[in-house]
Structures are given as C-alpha cells and as structure tokens.
C-alpha cells in the first residue's frame, strides 16, 4: 500500500484528445506535499506517513506544532493527514512528492468535504420527485408528503428522509482516471469532479478496487530522487571535463615533448655539418 497525497482543488477546465474528444477534467495542484513524520510498528504499533501540505505563517502555529515542524525540519505545513503504508513502502522525512506519483490512466480515490447547500428540501437532498402538479394539490408541490405511521408505532422513525442540512460532509469518490500530470507546475488533472469547492484540500489515493500499474513509481514519486540524479548527471559531466582537462595536459606534453627532440635533432645536424668544414680548415 503505497502513500496517498494531499492536493488543493483548483477547478475544473476540459481537456481534449488528439481525436478531438473533449473530456471534462477537474485540475488538483501540489503545494509542496511533504513527510513531516514517520510511524512505525515499534514505538506506535503500525507503520505510517504524516504528510502536510500548503503553506502558513510560523505566527499562527500554535507552539506544539511549531516545534514538530522544527523537528522534522520542514516549513509549517496549513494541513497534515496521515496515510498507513506498508513497511517496503516507507519513506523518509523531508522527502517532498512529485506529481508523477501517479501515472497516466491509473484509477485512484479522491475524498474531500462536500460544498454545503444550508437547509435543503426533499427533493433537493434526497432527489425525491414531488407532489403533483395539477389538480388536488394545493400549494405543497415540493414537499416531501405524509411521513408518519398508523396508531402504532406512532411516531417518525430516526432516519427518515424528510428535509434537513444537505452537504458540507466527507465524500469519496472511487475509480477516477488520471487523465495528464504536469511535474513542472506540480499539477495532476482527474477525470470528471471531485468532492469540494474551490482551493479546498482533497485526500487522492491509489484507487481500492483497481490494481496498481506495474510501471508505477514504488515506494513513490519524489521530486529529491530528481535532484539526486540530476546531481549524478552534473558530476558526471564535471568528471568528463577533468578527465578532457587531464587529456589536453597530456596532449601539451607531447606536443613539448616532441618540439624538443625537433630542437636536439636539429642541433646534431649542425653539429654534422660543422664538423667537415673543420676538417677542411686542417687540411
């Protein structure tokens, strides 16, 4: 079980195919998702990552969080859930999610608080049809009709559905399609809408009733293993310029090398040529 991640809700917008096709998509934006604790079976008796996102003021932390954050040493996160993970699945603090946690065409869960709707009537909260709306009916259309029972049990059984707070509570909804990501901008788009108003934060998770993609990133998508690499590459790079450096040191040897036994063979031909006119002068 891999590490879900904690997204802001920026709207929806519609993408479209190379075919064409316009598909609606709602855009679900990373705002510096990071591992600011990790539990494990030995001190808390289960394996688990506490991650945060967003950003807010050290002023309106209160004390006790401020000196966990101190802890982990991260920025003061505006919220923090907790995800149980599997032991080979575990990751570490500090370590920042990427978008590419999740693939192209992968299901996954998003959870999120519903946008309230205040006091609501049947017909909008439990999508009831109405009275009718012709003769007999005097004035009560939308209402929800007669909701008592007989002499017994006489009374209104707990549950009902009758008219009441609608919204503003935890939903889920499962098997959504991760349409395209963006690991520039940090920026995952879903197919279809998730529960929340705008700028709101939602929980996304590998969805429960699909399994995972083989080519998936395991224990997850992380933006340092990137920075890892590109360090690698830059090392790389400044080992091939040493080793051209040490090359064109060898190359200036030679080059002297060989500009001196030019100079000494030219001294001998002189030498040679000198001898046979003393020679002559002996003579």
């Known amino acids: 079980m891999r590490c879900g991640l904690i997204a802001k809700k920026i709207g929806m917008t519609r993408s479209f195919s190379e075919e064409g096709v316009s598909t609606p998509v709602t855009i679900l934006k990373l705002e510096n998702v990071q591992v600011v604790a990790v539990l494990n079976k030995v001190k808390n008796g289960y394996t688990a990552l506490q991650v945060g ?10 004390k006790p969080l401020r000196g966990h954050f101190a802890k982990a040493n991260v920025e003061p996160k505006k919220i923090l859930r907790e995800f149980v993970v599997s032991e080979d699945m575990m990751l570490k603090i500090g370590d920042t999610f990427s978008a590419n946690h999740f693939l192209v065409g992968q299901k996954v869960d998003v959870s999120g608080v519903s946008i309230g709707k205040g006091f609501s009537g049947a017909m909008k909260r439990h999508n009831f049809s109405g009275l009718e709306a012709t003769h007999g009916v005097s004035i009560s259309h939308r209402s929800h009709g007669s909701t008592g029972n007989s002499q017994d049990p006489g009374k209104v059984w707990k549950g009902k559905k009758m008219a009441g707070q609608y919204g503003n509570v935890n939903k889920t909804v499962q098997s959504l399609t991760i349409v395209n990501f963006n690991e520039e901008d940090d920026l995952i788009y879903v197919k279809g809408s998730v529960p929340g108003s705008k700028e709101s934060y939602v929980i996304v998770m590998d969805a429960v009733k699909h399994k995972l993609p083989e080519e998936i990133l395991k224990p997850a998508g992380l933006k340092n293993e990137k920075v890892n690499v590109i360090e690698q590459k830059n090392n790389v790079k400044d080992s091939d310029k040493k080793d051209i450096n040490l090359a064109d040191e060898d190359k200036e040897e030679e080059t002297n090398d060989l500009s001196a036994l030019d100079k000494s063979v030219d001294d001998v031909k002189e030498e040679v040529k000198e001898k046979p006119e003393k ?3 002996k003579g």
Not at 53 to 62: L, R
Request: charged share 30%; net charge neutral.
């Open 53 to 62: 996102a967003g950003t807010i003021k050290s002023k309106n932390v209160t």
């Open 279 to 281: 020679d002559s002068e």
